[in-house]
């Protein structure tokens, strides 16, 4: 399994992106995609996750509202909109993937099996 995760960059705040995490070496649609923020000095931490087979999501409370995860089976690829992008967003960004259909313990580092690199956001006027 590779997970590539793009779409990183620098936006002004109150600006959008989207950040994409591409997938191969999965042999059905049921595993789990989540992603996961790690600002300078700080712990990484989930902001969501999507069941990939049935579309399920789910958000930390802090992003809720402005983020939005979605997926695209067909690329193989799941996507993390964020909008009205604040200083405090910025970040490195991964995805990562769950063998299970199901986004179950989601916020915990340790449930995932496999790891993308990051993509930077960085968010500054």
């Known amino acids: 399994v590779q997970l590539q995760a793009s779409g990183g960059g620098s936006v002004q705040p109150g600006g959008s992106l989207r950040l994409s995490c591409a997938a191969s070496?999965?042999?059905?649609?049921?595993?789990?995609i989540g992603w996961f923020r790690q600002a300078p000095g700080k712990e990484r931490e989930g902001v969501s996750c999507?069941?990939?087979?049935?579309?399920?999501?789910y958000y930390a409370d802090s992003v809720k509202g402005r983020f939005t995860i979605s997926r695209d089976k067909a690329k193989n690829t799941v996507y993390l909109q964020i909008n009205i992008l604040k200083p405090e967003d910025t970040a490195v960004y991964y995805c990562a993937s769950k063998n299970e259909p199901r986004c179950r313990t989601w916020y915990s580092l340790n449930w995932y099996n496999y790891w993308g690199q990051g993509t930077p956001v960085t968010v500054s006027s």
């Open positions: 999507i069941s990939v087979s049935d579309g399920s999501t």
């Open positions: 070496g999965f042999t059905s649609d049921h595993y789990a």
